[in-house]
Each structure stands twice: as C-alpha cells, then as structure tokens.
C-alpha cells in the first residue's frame, strides 16, 4: 500500500512559478513510476507528467513540455514537479499518481496505469 500527500499549491500570477511535492509511504516507492495529472472544473483528469522508478526517463504532456520538470528522491521517497512561466490555463487541481512499473514510460500518461493516488492541490493561476 502506498500513501501519497501532495503539497506546495496556491495562487500564482501568469509567468509565474510554483514547486508540487509529492510525500509517499511504504518502502516499494522505487518500484513505482509516478506521474502527475490536473482536472480543472468541468473536465476530465489530464496527463502533465511522468517519470520511471529509477528517475532517469520522464515523459510530459505537449501542453507543459519546456515549461514543466519531474523529478524524484528514491532516498526521500518524494516526487516533485517544478512549474515555471505558469498560464491561467494550468489553473487545475493537481494530482499525483503512483504506477507499478512493468510497461513503457509513454504508457504511464494513462490514468489506467496508476493504483494510488494523492487528494489533489490547487494551482490557480490569475491573469
């Protein structure tokens, strides 16, 4: 079983940046991909992100590509996702989402993939 807590969230103006944090239980954290996903209001969950157990491939979303960077500590068992030249259109609670890993990192921008997931944090983003 493995826990999750994001953090880090809040208001931003555009071109602004913010840092998400993602705290997981259990000692099998390294045995996960993990990604992060955001639903605004009205819509359905996205892929934003996604990076393999070990930490050395990460795949994004066309959307946050150049903008947006994932990273992890297998040693601290956290995930962060550093957002930079933020728009009103990445206004959207973000989610976290732990995958066992067993296919390829494009697979995992699929919600299906993910067993766990965090209670989400809010990104508002103002113009």
């Known amino acids: 079983q493995v826990q999750l807590v994001e953090s880090g969230g809040g208001l931003v103006q555009a071109g602004g940046s913010l840092t998400l944090s993602c705290a997981a239980s259990g000692r099998t954290f390294s045995s996960y991909a993990m990604g992060w996903f955001r639903q605004a209001p009205g819509k359905e969950r996205e892929f934003v992100a996604a990076?393999?157990?070990?930490?050395?491939?990460?795949s994004y979303a066309d959307s946050v590509k150049g903008r947006f960077t994932i990273s992890r500590d297998n040693a601290k068992n956290t995930v962060n996702l550093q957002m930079n030249s933020l728009k009103p259109e990445d206004t959207a609670v973000y989610y976290c989402g732990a995958g066992p890993w067993g296919a390829g990192l494009s697979s995992y921008s699929s919600t299906q993939l993910y067993t766990y997931w965090g209670q989400g944090t809010q990104v508002t983003v103002s113009s």
């Open positions: 990076v393999s157990r070990s930490g050395g491939s990460s």
